[in-house]
T-cell receptor, first 107, second 114 residues
Framework: NAGVTQTPKFQVLKTGQSMTLQCAQDMNHNSMYWYRQDPGMGLRLIYYSASEGTTDKGEVPNGYNVSRLNKREFSLRLESAAPSQTSVYFC??????FGSGTRLTVV | GQQLNQSPQSMFIQEGEDVSMNCTSSSIFNTWLWYKQDPGEGPVLLIALYKAGELTSNGRLTAQFGITRKDSFLNISASIPSDVGIYFCAGHPNSGGSNYKLTFGKGTLLTVNP
């Protein structure tokens, strides 16, 4: 099925560990986005990529890095995870189509 | 930065009732979107609005783009149990292009009692 695929679906990290969240879309969209969702906060933009080869900060970029590997893939990296990064992370394509999320817990 | 105030925060209704929710912005938006999120899933786009005053329907859902361009409304008619979920509004100051840095409301949690 066409859409946005995120991996992994669940992850538990210890404080200080690093990990990369993967996202891929097969709709040939130029723009891709990473959001985090916390209870009562709605969705907040972490980083976005308007097109292949470009990335830019969103509302809450601290503690994250991103890579737009090619037109299909946009990854989010936590270099040194902190408990405040416990959240549900969503990748979106063109702003309209969302993946099913990665549920991350940092202990 | 831009802010969206979405209300109500939650609603508990009986099956068959109509539902209304709205979003207001501190600045002008030229694109308004309404999403629904089911538990454990990502948001799914319900309706997109691109023109002030526009009224668009999707089945039992109707959304309107406010004429001031600072608000939008979503109505659900004759609610059914599967309408349960969180409804989000989102907006963008641009009317086109590939860069949609959306600002989201905090959501309306809808519960439908059969």
């Amino acid at each position: 099925n066409a859409g946005v695929t995120q991996t992994p679906k669940f992850q538990v990290l210890k404080t200080g560990q690093s990990m990369t969240l993967q996202c891929a879309q097969d709709m040939n969209h130029n723009s891709m986005y990473w959001y985090r969702q916390d209870p009562g906060m709605g969705l907040r933009l972490i980083y976005y990529s308007a097109s292949e080869g470009t990335t830019d900060k969103g509302e809450v970029p601290n503690g994250y890095n991103v890579s737009r590997l090619n037109k299909r893939e946009f990854s989010l990296r936590l270099e040194s995870a902190a408990p405040s990064q416990t959240s549900v992370y969503f990748c979106a394509s063109y702003g309209y189509t969302f993946g099913s999320g990665t549920r991350l817990t940092v202990v | 930065g831009q802010q969206l105030n979405q209300s109500p925060q939650s609603m508990f209704i009986q099956e068959g009732e109509d539902v209304s929710m709205n979003c207001t912005s501190s600045s002008i938006f030229n694109t308004w979107l309404w999403y629904k999120q089911d538990p454990g899933e990502g948001p799914v786009l319900l309706i997109a609005l691109y023109k002030a005053g526009e009224l668009t329907s999707n089945g039992r859902l109707t959304a309107q783009f406010g004429i001031t361009r600072k608000d939008s409304f979503l109505n659900i008619s004759a609610s059914i149990p599967s309408d349960v979920g969180i409804y989000f509004c989102a907006g963008h100051p641009n009317s086109g292009g590939s860069n949609y840095k959306l600002t989201f409301g905090k959501g309306t949690l809808l519960t439908v009692n059969p």
